[in-house]
Structure formats: structure tokens, C-alpha cells
């Protein structure tokens, strides 16, 4: 089984995709870890490197190129905001998870231990960032709600339900799938 799941930063898809990966029995990969993984050996922080990564488009296509080859093995839920489009033939399910900006914004500062304001900022710059790249590199627009929904096969709002809530959905939807 291979699965896919996406969405803006905070909107608890590592979280999900952990769990997914746990309950089936499956390995879990994510491309935000790796990246951040990237930015600590270039001894950077999160805004520098996503700076870093406008002007070295290089950075994206590995990373994007490795969950492409990573998804080919069996038995894998990758995490990734592009996933859902770049696996679009591979994935044989694709997960998209939504949620209001404040919302993830406030989880992502707990998690991390900032302030709101300190988080709104960096996430902000990245997903500025992120878009403006995927657009050039792939022509994909994170935001265009009607290629979201053609492409993914569950999009979930998690603004107002708790992981298990998330968590007992898809596996639900999974087991209706197959």
C-alpha cells in the first residue's frame, strides 16, 4: 500500500502520517524532517535555509525526486506537501489535510515552544516561499482548491477534530478502499 499525505504546515499530517504508519504497519517517511535535517547540517535556521532554497532549486527536486523513487517500494505513507501531486500515479491513496492559518500557527508554536507571533512569521515566509517554488518548478498551486480536489482522495478539515478523530476517519476510509 502506498500512501500519500499533504497539506500546509500544521495541519497535522507528520502527526497522522506517524500513526497511519504505526496502525498499518507501514513505513513512514517525511520530506519536511528531511528538510529540516538539510538546514541543520547546512547549520542553518528554518528561514534561512528556506532562502537558501529559493535560489538553489536544486534542494526541492532531490528531495522531490527521492519520495518519487521512496514511493515505488511497498508498504509506505509519505508525507509531504507535494506528495498527493508528484505520486499522483503512484500513491494508490492520497490524503490532503486543511486548517486555518491561527490554527496551525498555535499548534506549531506549542510544538515548538515559540511565540504565535515569532511562528505566524516563519511559517509566513515558508509557505510564501514554497508556493512561489512549486509554481515555477511544477506548475502546481497549493491553493487551487479545484486541483485539490480532483487530485486527492480524502481532504479532511482538521481545524475542529482531535488526532484520533483524524486518525479513526481515514482508517476508516482506508478500509472502505480496500
Known amino acids: 500500500m502506498i500512501l500519500s499525505i499533504s497539506g500546509f504546515h ?12 504505526e496502525s498499518l504497519g507501514i513505513t513512514y517517511y517525511s520530506t519536511g524532517e528531511a528538510f529540516r535535517e538539510l538546514a541543520k547540517e547546512k547549520k542553518m535556521t528554518l528561514a534561512e535555509f528556506t532562502e537558501y532554497v529559493e535560489n538553489h532549486p536544486h534542494v526541492d527536486l532531490e528531495l522531490d525526486e ?10 509506505i505513507i ?8 508528484l505520486l499522483k500515479d503512484i500513491a494508490e491513496f492520497k490524503i490532503h489535510l486543511i486548517c486555518p492559518i491561527d490554527i496551525r500557527v498555535k499548534r506549531m508554536a506549542a510544538r515548538d515552544q515559540t511565540s504565535y507571533k515569532t511562528k505566524l512569521k516563519e511559517t509566513t515566509l515558508r509557505e510564501k516561499s514554497e508556493l512561489e517554488r512549486f509554481k515555477k518548478l511544477y506548475n502546481i498551486d497549493l491553493n487551487n482548491v479545484k486541483e485539490v480536489n480532483e487530485t486527492f482522495d480524502l481532504i479532511i478539515n482538521t481545524e475542529n477534530l482531535t488526532i484520533e478523530e483524524v486518525l479513526k476517519l481515514i482508517l476508516l476510509k482506508l478500509k472502505e478502499y480496500y
Open 66 to 75: 527521492k519520495i518519487i523513487e521512496i514511493a515505488k517500494n511497498d508498504n
Open 78 to 85: 509519505i508525507d509531504s506537501q507535494l506528495s498527493g501531486f
Open 10 to 21: 500544521g495541519t497535522g499530517k507528520s502527526t497522522i502520517g506517524k500513526l497511519i504508519a
